[in-house]
């Protein structure tokens, strides 16, 4: 059974940091790119930051350049995304995705984790 499980969200002031986690099961992860996503109640998904298989390539969306930063354990099967400075319009539901470039070409997703940025 694959599984993407995002965890480490909540409610942070202004300024505060976060590091967001998704474990990953049922599937080689080592294989897969990973990507965090995010969306904001009537706004479409954004994506937010990516990571390659080896964890050599990284890109971020401009908005978290130098807030955010993405890594990856492949021995614990987890990606994870720090956010720092973190402002109220990071506030969104944050998803992690699964993404195989060779055959087949499978794409997986998580239920996401609830980001609240606020005073």
């Known amino acids: 059974q694959v599984q993407l499980v995002e965890s480490g969200g909540g409610l942070v002031q202004p300024g505060g940091s976060l590091r967001l986690s998704c474990a990953a099961s049922g599937f080689t992860f080592s294989i897969y790119s990973m990507t965090w996503y995010r969306q904001a109640p009537g706004k479409e998904r954004e994506l937010v930051a990516g990571i390659t298989t080896d964890g050599y390539t990284k890109n971020y969306a401009d908005s978290v350049k130098g807030r955010f930063t993405i890594s990856r354990d492949n021995a614990k099967n987890t990606v994870y995304l720090r956010m720092t400075s973190l402002e109220p319009e990071d506030t969104a539901v944050y998803y992690c995705?699964?993404?195989?470039?060779?055959?087949?070409?499978?794409?997986?997703w998580g239920q996401g984790t609830q980001v609240t940025v606020s005073s």
């Open positions: 995705n699964a993404h195989r470039v060779g055959w087949p070409r499978n794409n997986y």
